[in-house]
């Protein structure tokens, strides 16, 4: 049964995207077959992979569309392929900002995307969902269907504001929807030369030791390069540092999803 994992901080620019495409990436470089769902917009995941808003076919509004007005979904071409085997990638479009909107009035929507979810269960190890920037329906639908959040956090001053909110978000979900859900957070664009950087690195550390993932993303310009090809940096850049750092997250994320496994 696949692992569901939710990236998400309200934040704009914190790497989120790039985080979930570049672990979906190191995932299923390791074996693990897994989907990347683009539940944003803005659609930068899509694009970041090739996938054009004029050119996706089906995409997850088409879905989501189906709690507003039922229909039958072309579910085999829903799901497209990427330039790396096993990675696989549901497209989003800008529809999405009216189905959000009208989405949120239908009752027991938060459970929408988790019952679209279960349909892949069988099929991907880990299911990753990149979400939009904001903590609205999307977002709840997002966490109530996931195992786990990944908060991407950026090492500047600025950093932790935002976070109490995306928490207190997280423990609502669970009062409410989702009573398993666990979070993590990733240290995203450290620069070691960058006094701030090492100190908010640094209470991050302090204040949440048990929930830091060990593995800091550093700055590494192959990132942006890479979204102009439309392949993940382990494709783009085998050796940059951002490639290897990405796939200490997939190992420290195999480890935490294990546990979940035998804790079921």
Known sequence: MAQ???????????????????????LAETGRKTLLIDLDPQANLSLSLGIHDDEAGETISDVLETALNPRKIKWDDLIQSTSLVGLD?????SRLWTVERLISEVNGYEGELKRIAERWQDEYEFILIDCSPSLGPLTIMALTAANRVVIPIQTEFLAAVGLVRLIETIDAVREHTNP?????????????RNGICREVLQKLHENFSAKLFK???GV???????????QPINQYDPKTRATL???????????????????K
């Not at 398993?180 to 070691?192: C, E, G, K, T």
């Not at 997250?249 to 546990?259: D, K």
């Open 4 to 26: 569901v994992v939710a990236i998400s901080n309200q934040k704009g620019g914190v790497a989120k995207t790039t985080t979930c495409i570049s672990l979906g990436a190191s």
């Open 89 to 93: 990638v549901v497209p989003s479009d």
């Open 180 to 192: 398993s859900l666990d979070f993590n957070l990733l240290a995203v664009m450290y620069d070691q």
């Open 215 to 217: 593995t800091v993303i």
């Open 220 to 230: 590494d310009t192959r990132l942006k390069e890479c979204v102009a090809t439309g």
């Open 245 to 263: 750092q990405y796939a200490l997250l997939a190992g420290e994320l195999e480890e935490l999803s294990g546990g979940i496994q035998e804790a």
